[in-house]
């Protein structure tokens, strides 16, 4: 028996489409799914996708403030393993984020171990430990009262959070940095108590405008300290989405152990 081609057309005919509207809507899906999935943070939490399914997996496990801590590369596995199958290093590098000081103005995760500086790496997860610390509790306060909707993961074999409840603005607190296709990112820290007394006066005066809320937060507060050179740049910010800000490193001129004079900087933007 020889082989034969069907060359019997399909049911449905080939379409004409524009190449320009193909495009432009192939182009939008793509975009969406790498914001959504991936690089920015969701205003009602401030966190990416990576950053809360590791959180929500610490919840899940019962790795909380009043528990001891355990290996970051048990949590860092497990995320993967359930929640986020894109590379163990990856997610450790978002745990630890979460950990450092000077990355977050108020860290979400209570680390044990080397976890790093601004110049170097942290420690393996092998040898660092980590558990959720009180302030993520707030992120998570009031999962269980179905606050929020659970969708199933990856393989369909559990639920995650679509987003968590939060019960501060995190993306105003810890900021967040994020590039995706066409469109990026880039909101400053701020102080937890001026966010709350700016969050409490829109609750009593719902129309309050962006000048009002600059008598509470004056502006951002970054984690390693250093100065901020002026307001312009910040009012521009708040009121248009849009600005920038100056910043100068903490030093001073000491004597060194050699009788030298040296440049000592104790803050640095």
Not at 31 to 58: E, F, N, T, Y
Not at 113 to 132: H, I, K, M, Q, V
Not at 197 to 209: E, G, L, Q, Y
Not at 222 to 246: E, N, Q, W
Request: charged fraction near 25%; aromatic fraction near 6%; proline fraction near 9%.
């Amino acid at each position: 028996m020889t082989d034969t081609t069907d060359n019997t057309p399909p049911n449905d005919p080939i379409q004409p489409i524009s190449l320009h509207d193909e495009m432009e809507n192939s182009f939008l899906e793509y975009a969406m799914s790498v914001i959504m999935s991936r690089a920015l943070p969701d205003v009602r939490d401030g966190l990416k996708p990576v950053h809360r399914r590791i959180i929500w997996d610490m919840e899940d496990q019962g790795f909380r403030p009043d528990r001891g801590h355990v290996k970051c590369a048990r949590v860092s596995g497990d995320t993967m393993a359930r929640f986020h199958p894109h590379g163990d290093s990856a997610i450790y590098d978002a745990l630890v984020r979460m950990a450092q000081p000077f990355s977050l103005r108020h860290p979400l995760i209570d680390f044990h171990g080397n976890y790093g500086s601004p110049d170097f790496g942290p420690a393996a997860s092998r040898y660092t430990e980590c558990r959720l610390d009180p302030l993520a509790m707030q992120l998570l306060a009031d999962i269980d009262e179905d606050t929020v909707d659970m969708v199933p993961n990856y393989d369909g074999t559990t639920e995650e959070p679509v987003v968590l409840p939060a019960r501060f603005p995190n993306l105003l607190v810890n900021g967040s940095q994020g590039i995706a296709v066409g469109m990026a990112t880039n909101i400053p820290p701020h102080n937890l108590g001026e966010v709350i007394d700016a969050v409490v006066h829109v609750i009593d005066n719902p129309d309050a405008t962006p000048d009002d809320l600059m008598a509470f937060v004056k502006g951002p507060d970054f984690p390693t300290g250093a100065s901020i050179l002026g307001r312009a740049g910040i009012m521009d910010a708040y009121r248009t989405g849009r600005g920038s800000v100056k910043m100068r490193a903490t030093v001073a001129i000491e004597e060194g152990k050699n009788g030298r004079m040296e440049i000592v900087v104790s803050e640095l933007p």
